[in-house]
C-alpha cells in the first residue's frame, strides 16, 4: 500500500509533464513564435469549399438521400412552420412597417427581415422538451452517418445509406457526451446574446462608456466561446473513432489544433458566412417571388412554399456542415501525417 501511495503523485506529476510539454503557452508570460507555431498546409477558403461541394456532388444520390431521410424525420418528430404562422408575420410586417418600406427596395427590406427571422428560429414551430430532445438526438445521427460515410468512402469502400445508418449510431453515447461540452463552452456567447437583449431594452447601449464596457466584455465572452468550440469539433469526430472514449477525443483534438488554432477557427467562422449567404441567396428571392404569385393568384396563398424551403435549407445545411468539419479534420490530419 506505501509503495502504490508513492507512485500516485509521480503519476501526477507525469501527467502535468507531459500535458506542459504539449502545450507551449503559459499564463502570464509570452509565448515566443518558434514554441507555437506549427504548420497547416492548406487550400484557399473558396478552393476548399469548392472540394467539399465536389466530394459532396460526386455521390449527390447518397447524401440527397441522408438529407431527405432527415427532413422526413424532422417532419414527423417536431413538425414544420405552418403556412398560417409565416402569413400572419407576414401580415404583421406589412402593418406595421407604414410607410417604412415604399417601392422595390421596401419589398426587398421586408424579405430580408422574414430572412432575418427565419435564420435565428423565429419561424420555427414551438417545441415540447421530449420533441427538443428526439431533434437534438436526430441531429447527432446525421452528424454521425455523414462522418461514417465520408470516412468509408474516402477509404474506397462501397457504402450505402442504410449502412451508415446502421453501423454510425455506435458512439452515440461518446457524441453526446461530446456535445454536452460543446453547449457549456457556448454559455459565455449566451450570456453576451442576453446582456445585449437587455442593455438593448434598458437603453444602455446608449450611453458612451457604459456601451463601450459592455462591447469589450461581449467580445471577450464571445472569443472565449469560439477559443473553446474551435477544438471540441474536432472531438466530436475523433469521438467517432472505435474505442476513442470522451475525455481521450477531447485531449487530441486540444493537441490537434494547439498552434494553429485561429487557422482553424476563421475556417469554422468562412463555414458560418457561407452558410448565412448561401440562405439569403435562396431565401430572399423565394420570399419576394412566393408574396408576388399569391398577390396575383390568390388560390395558391395556402401552398407553404417558405416553411417547405425552411426545412429543405435546414436539412441540406446539417449534412454541410457535417461533411465541412469532418473534411477540415481530415485536412489537419492529413497534414500532420506528411
Same mark, same amino acid.
Given at each position: 500500500?506505501?509503495?502504490?501511495?508513492?507512485?500516485?503523485?509521480?503519476?501526477?506529476?507525469?501527467?502535468?509533464?507531459?500535458?506542459?510539454?504539449?502545450?507551449?503557452?503559459?499564463?502570464?508570460?509570452?509565448?515566443?513564435?518558434?514554441?507555437?507555431?506549427?504548420?497547416?498546409?492548406?487550400?484557399?477558403?473558396?478552393?476548399?469549399?469548392?472540394?467539399?461541394?465536389?466530394?459532396?456532388?460526386?455521390?449527390?444520390?447518397?447524401?440527397?438521400?441522408?438529407?431527405?431521410?432527415?427532413? !422526413?424525420?424532422? &417532419?414527423? =418528430? #417536431?413538425?414544420?412552420?405552418?403556412?398560417? *404562422?409565416?402569413?400572419?408575420? @407576414?401580415?404583421? %410586417? +406589412?402593418?406595421?412597417?407604414?410607410?417604412?418600406?415604399?417601392?422595390?427596395?421596401?419589398?426587398?427590406?421586408?424579405?430580408?427581415?422574414?430572412?432575418?427571422?427565419?435564420?435565428?428560429?423565429?419561424?420555427?414551430?414551438?417545441?415540447?422538451?421530449?420533441?427538443?430532445?428526439?431533434?437534438?438526438?436526430?441531429?447527432?445521427?446525421?452528424?454521425?452517418?455523414?462522418?461514417?460515410?465520408?470516412?468509408?468512402?474516402?477509404?474506397?469502400?462501397?457504402?450505402?445509406?442504410?449502412?451508415?445508418?446502421?453501423?454510425?449510431?455506435?458512439?452515440?453515447?461518446?457524441?453526446?457526451?461530446?456535445?454536452?461540452?460543446?453547449? !457549456?463552452?457556448? &454559455?459565455? =456567447? #449566451?450570456?453576451?446574446?442576453?446582456?445585449? *437583449?437587455?442593455?438593448?431594452? @434598458?437603453?444602455? %447601449? +446608449?450611453?458612451?462608456?457604459?456601451?463601450?464596457?459592455?462591447?469589450?466584455?461581449?467580445?471577450?465572452?464571445?472569443?472565449?466561446?469560439?477559443?473553446?468550440?474551435?477544438?471540441?469539433?474536432?472531438?466530436?469526430?475523433?469521438?467517432?473513432?472505435?474505442?476513442?472514449?470522451?475525455?481521450?477525443?477531447?485531449?487530441?483534438?486540444?493537441?490537434?489544433?494547439?498552434?494553429?488554432?485561429?487557422?482553424?477557427?476563421?475556417?469554422?467562422?468562412?463555414?458560418?458566412?457561407?452558410?448565412?449567404?448561401?440562405?439569403?441567396?435562396?431565401?430572399?428571392?423565394?420570399?419576394?417571388?412566393?408574396?408576388?404569385?399569391?398577390?396575383?393568384?390568390?388560390?395558391?396563398?395556402?401552398?407553404?412554399?417558405?416553411?417547405?424551403?425552411?426545412?429543405?435549407?435546414?436539412?441540406?445545411?446539417?449534412?454541410?456542415?457535417?461533411?465541412?468539419?469532418?473534411?477540415?479534420?481530415?485536412?489537419?490530419?492529413?497534414?500532420?501525417?506528411?
Amino acid at each position: 500500500m506505501a509503495k502504490k501511495q508513492k507512485q500516485q503523485p509521480r503519476g501526477i506529476k507525469q501527467r502535468i509533464s507531459a500535458y506542459l510539454a504539449r502545450r507551449p503557452h503559459r499564463s502570464f508570460r509570452l509565448t515566443r513564435r518558434r514554441d507555437y507555431k506549427r504548420e497547416l498546409k492548406m487550400p484557399g477558403y473558396i478552393a476548399f469549399t469548392s472540394e467539399v461541394f465536389k466530394t459532396l456532388w460526386s455521390r449527390r444520390k447518397l447524401f440527397l438521400s441522408l438529407t431527405v431521410f432527415y427532413a !422526413v424525420v424532422s &417532419l414527423l =418528430l #417536431a413538425g414544420m412552420t405552418s403556412q398560417e *404562422t409565416y402569413k400572419t408575420i @407576414t401580415d404583421t %410586417l +406589412n402593418v406595421t412597417s407604414g410607410s417604412l418600406f415604399n417601392g422595390g427596395f421596401g419589398e426587398v427590406g421586408k424579405a430580408g427581415i422574414l430572412f432575418l427571422t427565419a435564420l435565428t428560429g423565429g419561424l420555427s414551430p414551438q417545441l415540447s422538451e421530449v420533441q427538443q430532445v428526439y431533434v437534438f438526438l436526430l441531429i447527432l445521427l446525421i452528424w454521425l452517418c455523414t462522418v461514417w460515410l465520408l470516412r468509408n468512402l474516402l477509404a474506397g469502400h462501397k457504402v450505402r445509406l442504410r449502412d451508415g445508418l446502421y453501423n454510425s449510431a455506435a458512439p452515440i453515447v461518446a457524441t453526446f457526451l461530446v456535445s454536452l461540452l460543446l453547449i !457549456v463552452q457556448l &454559455l459565455p =456567447l #449566451a450570456l453576451a446574446i442576453i446582456g445585449y *437583449t437587455a442593455a438593448s431594452l @434598458t437603453g444602455l %447601449l +446608449n450611453n458612451g462608456i457604459e456601451a463601450m464596457l459592455f462591447w469589450v466584455a461581449a467580445l471577450l465572452l464571445g472569443t472565449l466561446s469560439l477559443y473553446w468550440v474551435t477544438s471540441t469539433f474536432f472531438a466530436m469526430i475523433i469521438v467517432t473513432l472505435p474505442g476513442m472514449y470522451p475525455f481521450k477525443a477531447i485531449k487530441a483534438a486540444g493537441d490537434l489544433v494547439i498552434g494553429r488554432r485561429s487557422r482553424v477557427l476563421f475556417r469554422l467562422l468562412w463555414l458560418g458566412l457561407t452558410v448565412i449567404l448561401s440562405w439569403a441567396i435562396i431565401l430572399i428571392p423565394s420570399i419576394l417571388i412566393d408574396k408576388w404569385l399569391k398577390g396575383i393568384w390568390s388560390a395558391i396563398s395556402w401552398l407553404p412554399v417558405i416553411p417547405v424551403e425552411l426545412l429543405a435549407l435546414s436539412s441540406l445545411t446539417i449534412v454541410w456542415i457535417s461533411a465541412y468539419i469532418y473534411l477540415l479534420y481530415r485536412k489537419v490530419v492529413d497534414n500532420d501525417s506528411v
